[in-house]
């Protein structure tokens, strides 16, 4: 025999309650990363920004602290200041490369939610030919 129909329609909203209450959890986890994926690629660009206007300054024979301020001004003064800059090599002839390093580590750029250590390096990196 079928149990009252007000029965059912209880015990189907107790299955809802309780199927809801695992997902959350798991959806909320899931959202995190995501949010969390979506910071470190934005780090990754600012970064990547930050050494290509370097190394055009580079390029053009700029000082290393013109350099400097080239990553200064796309990561801001805080950040720009905590950030590693290597220029290889600091000089040479017209025609030769310059590489530009912009290294900063992941706390400065990133929240907890990203999937990298606070302390581990990230890094931009740009090769341009001098002028």
């Not at 602290?65 to 040479?92: F, H, K, N, Y």
């Not at 290294?103 to 002028?131: F, N, Q, S």
């Amino acid at each position: 025999m079928l149990a009252p129909l007000s029965t059912r329609t209880d015990r189907r909203r107790g299955v809802v309650a309780v199927e809801s209450l695992l997902a959350v959890p798991v959806v909320l986890a899931v959202l995190a990363l995501l949010v969390g994926a979506a910071e470190l690629i934005a780090a990754q660009q600012l970064l990547a920004e930050a050494g290509g206007r370097a190394a055009r300054v580079a390029a053009v024979g700029g000082t290393p602290e013109q350099v400097r301020a080239a990553v200064v001004a796309v990561l801001g003064a805080e950040r720009g200041e905590q950030a590693e800059v290597t220029i290889d090599p600091p000089a040479g002839p017209p025609g030769g490369l310059v590489e530009v390093r912009v290294t900063l580590a992941a706390r400065h750029l990133t929240t907890r939610l990203a999937p990298v250590a606070r302390d581990e390096p990230l890094a931009g990196r740009t090769v341009m030919v001098r002028e």
